[in-house]
C-alpha cells in the first residue's frame, strides 16, 4: 500500500518541476537557434525529459513560444519598474528606463532579440499575437500620457503613435549600436536628449 501510494504520488511531485525544466529549455533553445529551428521535441530532450511530456504542458511549440515571450515581457517589466526613476524629471525618467532596459538585455544576452520574433507568430486559434514591440509601445504610450498630463511631455500628441514610434527608434538605435559596438552611455545619452526635445511640452 506505502508503495503503491509513493508511486503514485510521484507523477504529482515531478509536474511542476518539469514545466520549470521545459521552460529553461525552450528559453536556452529559442535563444540559440531562434524559433523555426527549434522542435518541441528538441525541448523535451534538452531538459531531459521524454517527448509526450512536452504535451502535458503546452498544445503545440507555438504556445511554449508565446510563454516563453510573456516570461521574458514580465521580467523585463519587473525589472524596469524597479529600476526607472518614478517621479524625477522626463529626462530622468527616459534615460533611466532605457538603462534598465539595457542592463536586462545586458544580464539576459539573447532573450529580448528571441523574443521580438513573436510577429510571425499565430497562436491555436489562428488569431495574430500581439508583437511585443507593440506591446512595448502601448507602454511607452502609457508613460507619454502621464508625462503629458504632469505638463512634463506635449499633449498635442497622439500617445499610442509616440509610443510605436520611440520602440522603433530605440529597437533600431539599439540593433545599429549593437553591430557598431558603440558605447552605450553614448547611446543612452543621445536618445535621452533627442526623445526629451521631441517630447517638450508645447
Known sequence: MTVIDLEKSEPRRRKPDSLERLKASARKLF??????ATRPQDIAREAGLGHGTFY???PDKRACFLAFVEDARAELDAHVRANRAQDGSLEQVIASTLNAIYDYSDSHPGVLNAAMTDESVIDAEGVQATPL????GQEWAEMVRHAAADGRACNSYDAEIIGQAIVGALHQ??????GAARCRGALVDNLTRFLVRALKPD
Not at 31 to 36: A, I, K, L, S
Not at 133 to 136: E, F, Q
Not at 173 to 178: D, L
Open 31 to 36: 535563444v540559440e537557434r531562434g524559433y523555426d
Open 56 to 58: 502535458l504542458h503546452y
Open 133 to 136: 514591440l507593440t506591446r512595448w
Open 173 to 178: 538605435t539599439g540593433r545599429e549600436a549593437s
